[in-house]
């Protein structure tokens, strides 16, 4: 337990749910560089106990991925078409009164922890059930039209993390390969959907039913439905179970569940080569997170130790490229 911006934050969200509130002792919750996460309660005039959650931009630190105010639309919007989402229930975008950007939201219960949810008992019931859960979820929050969220951006996700990685200047030639190989076999663009970015372990809340929420919003843009598909896919989610998807379902349970909901064919192929570039931009990302720790920008032993991952997603995307003699077109 320690404590954060709590006398503040009870008249936030006092102001929020119309009457005032006390706030209970705040717990730190694990986060990543861009945000902390803390989980309160509170408890209203007539003993009634909110349990909640606040997400707030680090002080001080350069903020990456959506606004508060855009992550907060992309909730309520996925909400109204059927996503399981954490109610917002306040968002601030200035440093005042918080010190720093923020968001406050239910909290729900349930597990997140990979290893639990793919290996313990109490949660065998939802493993047989999530990969069709989370394509009936995708296939929701693709029909949602990216001109009414205002604020999303799209860009080309192959070009940005070409640029990444010339950026951080660092020889990584399986990288290399897969950027090539990857432009060489770009399937058409797909229509532009609303796109979690993120849509994997660690952001999904589990219960011993299945899906109970999507969280973490940060990284949401406008760009290709079949980018959240194929990034749930990514080897990296599996933590060493053997089903391709998040370690707990299948291709075809997937891709199923998200044509019946959608409506709309799913091009394995092309699934395929995002899952590739997937691959591709988890390694990226683990030496951006090792860059933040060694640069200074955020000490972090959990950056550091993420950092020390990029030779294991050098070889997840060795395994997914076909080898130069053998004809595959993938």
Known sequence: MVSGPGAALAEVVGEAVGEPVRVGEMTRLSGGASRETWAFDAVHPDGRVEALILRRDHPGVERVGASM??????IRAAARV??????????GEGAEPLGAPFLVMARIEGETIPRRILRD?????????LAAQCGTALARLHRLDPAGLDGLEREDPLEHNRGVLDELGEAHPAFELGLRWLEGHRPPPGPAAVVHG???HGNLIIGPEGLRAVLDWELVHAGDPLEDLGWLCVKAWRFGAELPVGGFGSYDQL???YEAESGVSVDREVLRWWETLGTLRWGVICIMQAFAHTSG?????ELAAIGRRVCENELDLLDLLPAPWDGRSR
């Open 69 to 74: 105010a855009l992550e907060a639309r992309a």
């Open 297 to 301: 920008a955020v000490r972090s032993v």
């Open 82 to 91: 059927g996503v399981p989402v954490p109610e917002v229930v306040a968002v």
């Open 198 to 200: 993120d849509f994997r």
């Open 255 to 257: 891709v199923a569940a």
């Open 121 to 129: 008992e109490a949660w065998a019931g939802a493993r047989p059930v």
